[in-house]
C-alpha cells in the first residue's frame, strides 16, 4: 500500500523561495526547476526508504533525497503510512533546521 505524500508548510515556504529565487533569472527555469523538486518526491510514496539518513541526524525517519544542490529532508511514520517532506533546502546552507 502505497504511503501518503504530504508538504509541511515550512517546505512549501521553502520550494516558493527557491522558485522565486530561480525566477529572477528565468521564469521558466524557475517553474521547471520547481517542478523538477515536486518529481523526485513522487517515489517516495512507493519506496519511502529510497533517500539517505540525514547524516547531521542520524534519525531512522528522518531521510532526504537530493536533487541538484537541494535536499528534500523528510519524515517517514510507518504506522501511519506517511511521508512528510519536512524542508527543501540548499546544501550550502548548511544543516536543515526541521
Known sequence: M???LIWSPASLDDLSDIVSFIARDSRDRAEAFG??????TDKLQ???EV???V???EVP???EIIVRSYRIVYRVN???KLVEI???WRATRGTPQL
Not at 517542478?35 to 523526485?40: E, G, P
Open 2 to 4: 502505497a504511503y501518503k
Open 35 to 40: 517542478y523538477r523538486l515536486i518529481t523526485a
Open 46 to 48: 512507493d519506496f519511502p
Open 51 to 53: 533517500g539517505r539518513l
Open 55 to 57: 547524516p547531521e541526524y
Open 61 to 63: 525517519t528522518i531521510r
Open 78 to 80: 510507518h504506522d501511519r
Open 86 to 88: 519536512a524542508r527543501v
